[in-house]
């Protein structure tokens, strides 16, 4: 009896055993499953880009899929664009660059030309969005507005999306830059670096495009046409009166037009009267010396 319960412990003592060594055996392989080293990741035949998203979020998020809060600032684009007569253009020109520099502004481009006997002008300046209509209504009292547009854009979702898709790639870059260290070999550091040369530069053209928002939305630029303006001119009274001095003036009109065709004629028709008066001097002075000839004779 008592070797039968001796067999039986020692049956139970090597159960015990072998359950213990086979834990033992499966805490290993976990351990050695979580330790992976990364190049044992890219033997596996998985790119940088699926290793760098195990716990990433999604690398470019679509346009407006981010949102942005109602509290946030918006972002407007607001440009004015006018045509005017002026008396002077060339002083409104000078005017108008020294108000956008007064303002905090500056200028793009200014051309001055002559047209048909009359200078036109074209500006382009930017000054400070806050500042768009004091300088606007400055501008206007130069001369006469013939025209006037005031455009505006809401950049507001472009801009704070462009903002997150920037913080996705800047942290992207960071994480490809953790994986340039631990690479084991060549073409693992090939891989990392063209991923990472696609990366910067996805940054430097986010980079570009946040600038432009923020200038478009922080200064308004004003398109500026001068026109050298016509001199005003008297109204004529209405009624008879009125009838009377439009006939007086009209007649005075007639005088002055016939009067200047006249004085035109005048000075189209003296060569040819010059002309025709030395051919008939000279004609005169030969007929007479033929004559004194023959009674000579």
């Known amino acids: 009896m008592r070797g039968i319960i001796s067999t039986a412990n020692r049956g139970r003592h090597h159960r015990s055993a072998k359950l213990l060594g086979l834990l033992l055996v499966l805490l290993v392989l976990g351990a050695g499953c979580g330790v992976?080293?990364?190049?044992e990741l890219y033997q596996s035949g998985r790119s940088p880009n699926e290793v760098l998203y195990d716990s990433a979020p999604a690398e470019s998020p679509e346009p407006g899929?981010?949102?942005y809060s109602s509290g946030v600032e918006r972002k407007t684009s607001q440009n004015a664009d006018l045509e005017m007569k002026v008396q002077d253009v060339a002083?409104?020109?000078?005017?108008?660059?020294?108000?956008?520099?007064?303002q905090g502004g500056y200028t793009i481009n200014s051309h001055v030309y002559r047209d048909d006997e009359r200078v036109s002008a074209q500006l382009v300046i930017k000054v400070p969005q806050a500042n768009l209509q004091p300088v606007t209504e400055s501008i206007a009292n130069l001369g006469e507005v013939t025209d006037k547009v005031i455009t505006t854009q809401d950049v507001t979702e472009e801009y704070y999306d462009s903002q997150a898709r920037l913080k996705v790639l800047q942290a992207k870059e960071q994480r490809l830059l953790g994986l340039m260290d631990k690479a084991a070999n060549i073409t693992e550091i090939i891989s990392v670096e063209n991923e990472l040369t696609k990366t910067r530069s996805e940054i430097e053209v986010l980079t570009g495009r946040l600038q432009y928002l923020s200038n478009i939305t922080d200064f308004s630029q004003i398109t500026i046409r001068l026109q050298q303006g016509i001199p005003g001119t008297v109204k004529a009274p209405q009624g008879t009166w009125g009838k009377a001095w439009q006939g007086f003036i009209g007649s005075i009109n007639g005088v002055i037009s016939f009067t200047s065709q006249l004085v035109v004629s005048f000075?189209?028709?003296l060569p040819w009267a010059a002309l025709l008066a030395v051919l008939a001097g000279l004609g005169w002075y030969l007929r007479r010396r033929a004559r004194g000839n023959k009674n000579s004779n």
């Open 267 to 269: 000075f189209v028709i």
């Open 36 to 39: 992976r080293s990364s190049s």
């Open 91 to 102: 002083a409104a020109v000078e005017q108008i660059i020294a108000l956008s520099n007064q």
């Open 65 to 67: 899929s981010l949102g």
